[in-house]
C-alpha cells in the first residue's frame, strides 16, 4: 500500500506499507533417545506416541544419586498433560504418533514501512530530484514488543519426552518428562539479520535525473 503526496511544486512525500503474513514453518515432535529406541543408535528422531491419558505412557519417577524421588511420574505427567492441551496439534492427535512435520508454528504477521522525501527542481533540460529515505523494517515490533515476533524450534524437531531405558521385558520404554507445560515455552525467537523478530531502520539518499 504506498501514497504520494506531491505540493509546493518541488516537492513529494511516499508513504508504502508492506505487509507480509504466513504460516509458521512445520516441525516434529521426538523423543529424546538418540536413536536408542529402534536401534538406530544416531540422532534423536523417533516420532512421539501422543497419549490419551496416563495409562498410555509409562513415565518413571526421577531420581537423583542419592536415590531420592525429585520428581514423581504422576507430576511428570501433570505436566506433560498441560502441555499437550497446550498445543492445538498435539491435543488434536492424542491416541495416535505425532506425524513428521506434523505441527505448525504460530502464524508470523510483518508490517514494514517506507518514508520517501523528494526534493525536486528542473533546470537544463531534466528533473533532478533529490530523494531521503527511511525504512523501518518490522514496523509492528516497534509499536509493540510482542507483535512482528519470527518464531523458529531449532532442527524443526523438538525432544519432548526423554528415553530411559527399557524395562525388563525389553520391550516396554522408560520415560521422564522434564519439560515445560506450554507449548510457547518451547519456541526460540529469530533475532538476527533484517529477519530479526526486531525493528530496524535504515536511512537512504539518492540522486536522480531524467
Do not use: C
Amino acid at each position: 500500500l504506498s501514497y504520494k503526496a506531491e505540493y509546493a511544486g518541488n516537492f513529494a512525500t511516499t508513504v508504502s506499507l508492506y505487509y507480509s503474513g504466513v504460516s509458521g514453518n512445520r516441525y516434529s515432535f521426538v523423543y529424546n533417545d538418540r536413536g536408542n529406541l529402534n536401534g538406530e543408535g544416531e540422532n534423536a528422531g523417533n516420532l512421539i506416541w501422543i497419549p490419551n491419558d496416563a495409562s498410555e505412557i509409562n513415565l518413571v519417577d526421577i531420581v537423583d544419586d542419592d536415590g531420592v524421588v525429585t520428581k514423581t511420574a504422576a507430576e511428570q505427567w501433570s505436566d506433560l498433560n498441560a502441555f499437550i492441551n497446550s498445543s492445538d496439534y498435539l491435543s488434536e492427535n492424542r491416541g495416535s504418533y505425532a506425524e513428521r512435520n506434523g505441527a505448525r508454528l504460530p502464524f508470523e504477521s510483518i508490517v514494514d514501512l517506507k518514508i520517501a522525501q523528494d526534493f525536486y527542481m528542473n533546470f537544463g533540460g531534466k528533473k533532478h530530484t533529490l530523494q531521503l529515505t527511511l525504512d523501518i523494517f518490522n514496523f509492528t515490533n516497534l509499536l509493540n514488543k510482542d507483535w512482528g515476533v519470527r518464531r523458529f524450534v531449532t532442527y524443526d524437531a523438538y525432544t519432548l519426552i526423554d528415553f530411559e531405558g527399557y524395562e525388563e521385558n525389553g520391550t516396554t520404554p522408560r520415560l521422564t518428562y522434564t519439560g515445560p507445560t506450554d507449548v510457547e515455552d518451547i519456541y526460540n525467537v529469530s533475532d538476527s539479520g533484517i529477519y530479526s523478530s526486531r525493528w530496524m531502520a535504515q536511512f537512504g539518499i539518492r540522486y536522480i535525473f531524467n
